[in-house]
């Protein structure tokens, strides 16, 4: 409730009075409680042995100009502690919106060189890919609404920076949604490839039998093999895979633009390559019907496909300017994404438009609040199936090479011996050091600063108040010590009248600068432009445990010397004296 009646202050001038005032109030509301508490102590003590916990808790409840003293104290200590806890805390966010920002912990800037592999590079740098990732940030031309990363699935857990504060899916589980289990790539070599096709029903006018294959560049190719014929026969197609590395795409039925319907019944029982002056079978997974999935190449996706022990059936009815594409399935289709929660929620259908104006089908697999580099207003996808879909990333993409945590010192070295052209590298380190120079970081560095000289000198105000006053207290000490009460008693009398107060102070101000600081700080402004990575209000133990054990510490000192100080003054030849 009290959160959402400070909300109207949110990323204002006032959000940086609202910690203060609560501090105040609270600290002076609960410091007033402690004096009914102490005069329990009092009771509690009274007739017992316990003389020293007897006297300190009674002259503590005796002095209310100590206990106004503690208020302050706690109102200093409660400022302290929220400014510890909140510079830890926007420290931690800082840290993580600059990973955010960067995309991993080292971001090299590179050259797109077509006659260079960038993935083979970054697989003979790094063969077992625990510190090195391609990446390359892209705009649709149109269709998906803000920026898409392509990523090096397997690698991205290894190499990019992840938190938390990015929603509920981890870099593991992102990897796994746009990575699905897709079956081996054909790989075709040689300078042709032979298919054997069953076909029982042909059309009138023949259709042309194409097969698709991608080569170096990754870019589906058609090559003809001639038109479909009666019977089983065998179709070869030409083929550039003699010096470079290729793999099969699929087959397309070619009609003819006409405006009649045509049925069609052929199955296709064999793939073959050159081997030794003969032909090889190449395993294609033709009897499998999870290998292979049914298109266009013009017009409607039409008729059936089956896969069976004979090969890969396609038949049914086609209707007019329709040709079938029975693609292999190690291409994912609609291309999985995670989605920015702001771009789409998971499970909606999508459409991105490639650099030669094709509609590519997507679909949002998983959502997240931020996305390493495209932050809120992005999406995240595989870069071999992105690649593999979309025309013209080469050119239209900014391509970068991550180098996670455990990248060796010369990392960046090595790509630029590899052949890689380095534009420029970004650390998430610097970032982070550019966000803790802006405003509200170094405002935040302002108020611990004052806080923390606020808390020590609260403290030596309650040290100098026992000095002001010790010349009237020193005799009441030495008639005690007159009657037979042991210095050791005393002692301890003066300094637990001491750690009483100061201990109220520190008692009551670090959890209202805990509690004030899970209220305050989503009000306050991180960093000077605005982002979407959530504000780290966890508390921050670690940072506050230190700063809670020094300032006890130094207030247990304070009590010690100042309860040693009072008792010097207490000697028996005081009694000879008359009080002022």
Sequence with gaps: VLSTALAFVTFS?????????LVVAAGLLLVRLARPVLALLVRATRGSGRLGLFLGSRQAVRRPAGLRLAALLAVTIGLATFAVDAQASAAHSRDVRAGADIGAPTSVAVQQDPSIDLQQVVDDVDPDGRWAMVAADWIPSGGLAGRLLAVEPDRLAAVANWAPQY??????QVAALIDPPLPPAVPLTGDRVRLTIDASAVPDEAPDVLVSYRGADDAPTLAIAGPLRPGSQTYEAPLPCADQSCVLYGFVLDRAQTTTDDDVDLTVAAVQVPDAGGWKDV??????????????????????LTAGADGLRLRGPLPPFSSPFVQYADVPDPLPLVTSASIARAGTELTLVDGNGRDVRAVSAG?????????????ITGLSALSRVAQQLDDDA???????????ADAVERLAAAGVVVDRVSTTAERSDQLSREGPALALRLLLVCAVVGALLAAGALAISVAVTGRRRSYELAALSAVGVTRRSLLLGCVLEQALLLGTGLVVGVPVGIVVA???????PQTSSPTAVPIAVD???AAVLVFTVVTAALLLATAVVAGAALLRQAAPERLREVAA
Excluded: F, M
């Design 13 to 21: 001038a006032l959000a940086w009075l609202a910690p203060g005032l």
């Design 167 to 172: 929603g509920d899916l981890d870099a593991a």
């Design 283 to 304: 395993e294609a997974g033709l009897a499998d019907p999870g290998s292979w999935r049914l298109s266009r190449y013009t017009g409607t996706v039409a008729g059936s």
């Design 367 to 379: 959502e997240a609040t931020v996305l390493p580099l495209v932050g809120s207003r992005g999406s």
């Design 398 to 408: 900014d391509w970068y090479i991550w180098l996670g945590p455990d990248a060796p």
């Design 518 to 524: 899970r209220l305050a700080l989503p009000l306050l």
């Design 539 to 541: 508390l921050q133990t």
